[in-house]
């Protein structure tokens, strides 16, 4: 490292831009990232427990009768109410601090699932998957520490607002061609990694409604952003539910709390500019970081010991 890259670490260390009303925020997404991991878990075992009742897999999709007969499922209701509150808490830690600050702090959620998982599956993590979580930790991690020390919360504008929204029909429209044409072929991994980039537009545009209604502009574009956000939600969600048929929860939550923040992040950078102020550097750390914790996600799917014992037990 020279001396210039140097002075730019230096650059950015002197840049802390938490302020108290940023710091509550910190915490208050902490324990909405407890709420998730729980709240993942009872979802997950609702499903499974649809899925034995009936007879029939949802790993191509979730039927009609299957979506009806989770909400009798109780462990699946509290599971829903759980991440309800989970959705609250993230939402008043997104009106008090930048989207690049707290959006990361979910991937908590993915230590607490993975220790509730191993204890009631009963299944023992091994040295892979237990690596495949501290690079998806570790790389979020990075992410938030360069985030909180560079981010700010720039004033959002109809242009950004547009862009956002042209960018999530097109990426939503994908993604659901993908899933017609390939969903008796996808594997639990395409259900994460697409709710996931669903989630993260989920997120940025709940900051903006927010914020948007906290100062009274309340007008067409801000109607467009809350349709816009219930589609997404909901379409994530629905892949999330199918996901939980063919993966074990804690690699769902490890794709969603690794794949939700970088988008957001992403478009926190790109398009709302809350890094423009950092120096080159950052933008190295955010490559850098985001690079290790998808590298986690990927490799929990390939170690994880449900993972593997159900594709041994496929035909």
Request: neutral net charge.
């Amino acid at each position: 490292m020279d001396l210039s890259q140097l002075n730019e670490l230096s650059d950015l260390t002197e840049q802390i831009r938490i302020d108290p009303t940023q710091a509550i925020g910190i915490p208050i997404a902490l324990l909405g990232a407890v709420f998730l991991s729980f709240g993942t878990q009872y979802q997950s075992r609702g499903v499974g427990k649809v899925e034995q009742t009936s007879g029939r897999s949802s790993k191509s999709g979730l039927d009609l009768r299957h979506l009806l007969a989770l909400f009798t499922r109780p462990s699946w209701v509290i599971g829903t109410l759980l991440l309800g509150l989970a959705i609250v808490l993230q939402l008043t830690s997104l009106n008090l601090a930048p989207l690049t600050v707290v959006q990361p702090l979910g991937a908590v959620a993915l230590v607490i699932t993975a220790v509730l998982n191993a204890r009631i599956s009963k299944v023992r993590l091994g040295g892979g998957a237990i690596r495949a979580i501290a690079f998806c930790v570790g790389g979020v991690a990075l992410f938030v520490t360069v985030a909180a020390l560079t981010a700010v919360d720039p004033r959002v504008t109809d242009e950004h607002l547009v862009t956002i929204l042209i960018v999530l029909a097109v990426v939503g429209l994908l993604l659901g061609g993908a899933w017609v044409a390939l969903r008796h072929r996808v594997a639990a991994l395409f259900y994460i990694l697409a709710a996931g980039v669903l989630y993260g537009f989920v997120a940025t545009l709940a900051k903006v409604v927010i914020g948007r209604i906290t100062q009274g502009d309340f007008e067409w574009l801000t109607v467009l952003c809350i349709v816009g956000l219930l589609l997404a939600a909901a379409l994530g969600g629905y892949f999330v539910q199918t996901a939980y048929s063919s993966g074990p929860p804690d690699l769902v939550i490890a794709g969603l709390t690794v794949i939700d923040p970088i988008v957001a992040v992403v478009i926190g950078i790109v398009v709302l500019g809350e890094a423009s102020q950092a120096p080159p550097i950052a933008g190295v750390l955010f490559a850098a970081a985001g690079a290790i914790a998808i590298y986690g996600v990927f490799q929990l799917a390939k170690h994880h010991p449900q993972v593997a014992s159900a594709e041994a037990r496929e035909p």
